[in-house]
């Protein structure tokens, strides 16, 4: 579709949200990220049945660890799209950088080691 | 199994405060059932702790180890070519695998991540409850699989107190009165007479007051 959305936005692609186990997101935080956002199907068309509904409790659990460790919830969210939903998730890659933008730079961001 | 929860992260954040280099343990036996200390918990644990301390500016080196078990001497064996590399170890195991570490490597101190709460079962994915409590002289023949001591608030012997009303316990509507389930399931067996048998007292000698327990099997000693 040739839309743009901002290049600070990194896509890891994965079979199903409900592959990715929160120590991912995590160890991303380690390594520097600023945010992170789950992009899922709608609820109700996982491929893989329930995928996307795990991937949301576990974004919630994150969201507590995250506030627990001085992180920040917020720096974690969960949206639910269609793989044909081009504009929108412009849009939420959009909405998700503004965020982050005005969140700031992750705290731990000072003494994080690139591990390549 | 044994079910855990994990301490709070400001306790566990507080314990390690002078230490820059630790040593993360977890057990895979029934601390990873209960989700509380198995390698993934300590996987999340040691993340959290390491961006926390970035955060504050005070790098920290954490080893995550995940043992078979804590409580067998062969198991804390592997660990002898690096535990005094790190200053302190952090146990995620239960309260016997935190002493025993500390048993065997008389120089180190072991820290507790965990709070040990009790012996219970996997009821739904993600839900755990205490179904015995280790009194030392089961009665489960007598109350059909119910256990009186766990699953009474009172752990009382002889049938339901008044303070059992609409099957529930007084003490919480959701806990069910242990007692109305030995009858119930003594009405399900179709062995209503047998619970109208005169039991004799419960001999509380072999349960935990009066000191720590011990058993002794001299044809397995070597």
């Excluded at chain 2, 002078?18 to 200390?37: F, M, Q, R």
């Amino acid at each position: 579709m040739r839309l743009s959305y901002p290049t600070n936005v990194k896509i890891i692609k994965v079979p199903c949200t409900g592959r990715v186990d929160i120590i991912l997101i995590l160890k991303a935080f380690e390594n520097g990220a600023d945010g992170a956002c789950l992009v899922g199907c709608l609820e109700g068309d996982c491929h893989y049945l329930v995928g996307n509904m795990r991937a949301r409790k576990r974004v919630e659990y994150l969201k507590h660890i995250l506030d627990e460790c001085g992180i920040g919830g917020e720096r974690v969210a969960m949206y639910n799209l269609s793989s044909a939903e081009g504009q929108h998730f412009a849009e939420v890659a959009r909405e998700m950088t503004d965020k982050i933008r005005n969140l700031g730079p992750s705290p731990a961001k000072q003494t994080a080691v690139r591990k390549i | 199994m044994i079910v855990a929860n994990r301490k709070p992260f400001e306790e566990i954040i507080a314990m390690l405060k002078p230490y820059s280099k630790i040593l993360l343990l977890g057990c895979n036996e029934c601390v990873t059932v209960c989700a509380t200390g198995g390698s993934k918990e300590v996987a999340v644990l040691a993340s959290e702790v390491r961006l926390y301390r970035q955060k504050e500016s005070k790098p920290v080196e954490i080893k995550e180890v995940t043992l078979e078990r804590n409580c067998d001497p062969e198991y804390l064996e592997s660990l002898k070519p690096f535990i005094h590399d790190y200053e302190v170890v952090m146990s995620m195991a239960c309260g016997c695998g935190i002493q025993f570490v500390g048993e065997h490597y008389r120089d180190r101190l072991v820290l507790p991540a965990i709070n040990t709460t009790f012996e219970g079962v996997t009821e739904e994915h993600g839900v755990w409850a205490e179904r015995c409590q280790g009194c030392g002289n089961c009665v489960l023949d007598r109350t059909l699989g119910i256990c009186p001591v766990t699953r009474c608030a009172k752990s009382i012997f002889n049938g339901p107190c008044g303070g059992s009303q609409g099957g529930k316990c007084e003490v919480d509507k959701d806990l069910p009165c242990a007692w109305q389930l030995i009858v119930d399931r003594h009405k399900e067996m179709n062995m209503m007479d047998k619970y109208l048998e005169i039991q004799p007292m419960k001999d509380w000698s072999t349960s935990r007051d009066g000191g720590p327990r011990k058993r002794v099997r001299e044809d397995l000693k070597i």
